[in-house]
């Protein structure tokens, strides 16, 4: 009785049955309470389903280009090559841009010099490259001049053929192909940025 | 760092919700006793206008690129593919998508504060110091003649974040890699604004291609000057714990439970990740210590690397949104249409054509010019006199967006930003009084709408079939000429209020 009678404040701070049984109460009244709450706060996931999720691809895929049969890729992907008198692969990287501090007051240059680098790796027999057989173009669809750092070179599987071609960009898109017989056998698009 | 506030968000939906029923039961209480359902005409047709709400989206990620048109992202000119094909599959392209200006700093500044371009932001900043005079201006604007540090009374989406109780993180790639260069701990700023300030505080570096232009809270005395605030803004990948300070997370670690999720976050790629640099200066994410390649090819190793991590968070599953969008588009921007009086200023005569780079349709949304210049666009690449940075494009991928959708409705950074500004029921201060900032406040401008938010049952949807809602048919029309499954044609004075209308965008 006396636990009774000493209401509901105390029964939280005394003893005995009473303090069980208001404990008991509001631990009831919690678990409904939070049974409620589950209910109403699940998760989208669980009341709406998973959202499916794009996987990155596993390797990079790269595309075998031969003779009549070109590939588009952008600047930094490798084509692999299947020329008959030799299989290999092909990159090109850049442009490294010689971009100036930028100056107060002024806005970003529309051009600026840059380099592209090719690197052709033979794994047989052997490939030619020729930096005349290479065409930088921009978007206007002008050619843009270029110098190579060598004349020519043979890939093979022991020795790859490296080519710093220097050119001005203008800023924007331009491409970068190389042909073999005068047929086209891999375009390299890339975005130069001057800012 | 727990971002429980949340709750504070929820526990203010749900009061929102019972005052609109109670209100809702009363008005049609009193209406129908009084017989006077039908009078309420003006009224009505004004209420149901703005009576679109914004699923319950609960976080959201941004992704902010560098410089790419929607043509060089979004056509395959660049063969990009996770970007241009398989994110699109997923969620929703918006193909109208605009920037606010030229070059890069000056579009951060507008979605963060929906302040104008100005003279020294759209030069990306050459000299690191505060805005002057920056004194109040028309339309939540200030007048910033020279500097592009703003005042403590320009306040940002972050201060709004903040004076809700709603979590927010900045995550800035490589930030305080070179001790010294920047400062981890203090918003990432590249030094003192005051007086001469810093000179040339853009540029990356082999070692830290953090770059100040493209981290948005370098830029607010609002947020660089509250230790709090700088204390959300972290480097992407943390920071171990040193003398004086604790250790930071990143963001892969906040994404491993909910409860540690921001409701906001902004993620800033480094200069190489975020498509900027065409030949990085340090590591592109490739795994390879040779390949530096930059642009789309390093955005979309990026993009590989922390979309599906995101997708998979429970928070992302529990109503989550992300948003990959550019600051600006950058040529080739031909295939919306060359303009037929093309800006004939350019100091290169070549541009001087009818058939250069130029188009006449660079801004959108009735994008003002703003206090400080009269050309947001700079009139860079020799386009016309009008405002704008141009189409870029943006991805939102959600349970509540269909995948494989596309959008024509145009939308700019302000129309961004007023998009956040709803979604997280900001609804007092700004420059409309509703909670808008800046142009941000402009009226009429449209958020997203039901032609984003097109799944409102949010049930979760298999991608769309590649290619099979025409986003990469570059070569075989103009995109305007590509069919969109969901083009809203709203157009007039009442445009922007009949997009919302319910139903408005099916």
Known sequence: MSNRSTGRGRALMGRGHGRRRTVSVLLALAALTGAAGCSENQDDASRLGQVPIPSAPASPIVPTASQGHAQLVAMGDAVALDLGTGQGRITATGPDLDLPAPSPGSAPPERSKGTITVRLHATAGSVDLDPATFALTDELGHAVPFTADRPSATANPAQDAVFTLSAVFDAGHSTLSWSSAGKPLATWDFEVELD | ?506
């Open chain 2, 1 to 506: 760092m727990s971002f429980m506030k949340l709750r504070g968000i929820r526990q203010s939906r749900t009061s929102a919700r019972r005052l609109y029923r109670v209100a809702a039961l009363s008005s049609a209480g009193v209406l129908a006793a009084a017989g006077l359902m039908a009078s309420s005409g003006a009224d009505q047709a004004a209420a149901s206008a703005h009576s679109f709400h914004p699923p319950k989206i609960k976080h959201v990620w941004l992704f902010v690129l560098e410089n790419k048109s929607y043509e060089a992202s979004f056509t395959g000119l660049n063969q990009n593919s996770y970007l241009w094909k398989t994110l699109p599959q997923y969620g929703e392209l918006l193909r109208q998508y605009y920037g606010t200006g030229h070059y890069s700093l000056d579009n951060y500044i507008s979605l963060a504060s929906g302040q104008a371009p100005a003279p020294d932001t759209q030069a990306d900043c050459p000299q690191y110091k505060n805005v002057s005079p920056g004194t109040p201006a028309a339309d939540g604007q200030v007048h910033a003649t020279s500097g592009c540090v703003y005042p403590r009374s320009v306040q940002t989406l972050f201060n709004q974040l903040d004076q809700k109780q709603v979590g927010w993180k900045a995550y800035m790639q490589d930030m305080g890699n070179t001790p010294g260069r920047e400062n981890p701990y203090g918003c990432g700023i590249p030094g003192d604004p005051s007086g001469n300030g810093v000179p040339d505080p853009g540029g990356a570096t082999a070692q830290d291609q953090y770059v100040a232009k493209h981290n948005p809270t370098a830029w607010f005395h609002s947020v660089m000057d509250n230790p709090k605030d700088c204390a959300r803004v972290a480097p992407l990948n943390g920071l171990p714990a040193s003398a004086g300070h604790p250790a930071v997370s990143g963001l892969a670690q906040d994404l491993k439970s909910e409860k540690t999720t921001p409701a906001f976050s902004w993620i800033t790629p480094n200069n190489c990740s975020d498509a900027h640099d065409s030949t990085c200066k340090g590591d592109n994410g490739s795994g390879d210590p040779n390949n530096h390649q930059g642009g789309l090819y390093a955005s979309d190793l990026f993009l590989q690397k922390w979309i599906p991590q995101i997708m998979a968070s429970p928070a992302f599953q529990d109503g989550g949104l992300i948003d990959i969008t550019f600051d600006e588009a950058f040529p080739p921007y031909k295939l919306y249409g060359n303009s037929t009086g093309d800006y004939t200023g350019n100091s290169d005569p070549k541009l001087n054509t009818p058939t250069d780079t130029a188009q006449s349709v660079v801004a959108c949304c009735n994008e003002l010019p703003g206090p400080n210049t009269s050309q947001p666009g700079d009139q860079a690449f020799g386009q016309d006199t009008t405002p704008g940075g141009g189409i870029t494009g943006s991805v939102l991928i959600s349970r509540y967006i269909k995948p494989g959708t596309i959008s024509d409705q145009p939308y700019n950074h302000y129309s961004w930003l007023r998009s956040m500004e709803d979604l997280f029921h900001i609804t007092r201060g700004g420059a409309d009084g509703h909670g808008h900032l800046g142009y941000a406040g402009t009226p009429g401008l449209r958020p997203f709408g039901p032609d984003v938010y097109n799944n409102p049952s949010g049930r979760a949807m298999q991608p769309a079939a590649l290619g099979s809602n025409g986003v990469y048919s570059a070569t075989s029309g103009q995109p305007q000429d590509q069919p969109a499954e969901i083009a809203p044609d709203f157009t007039g004075a009442s445009a922007a209020q009949d997009s919302l209308k319910p139903g408005a965008g099916k």
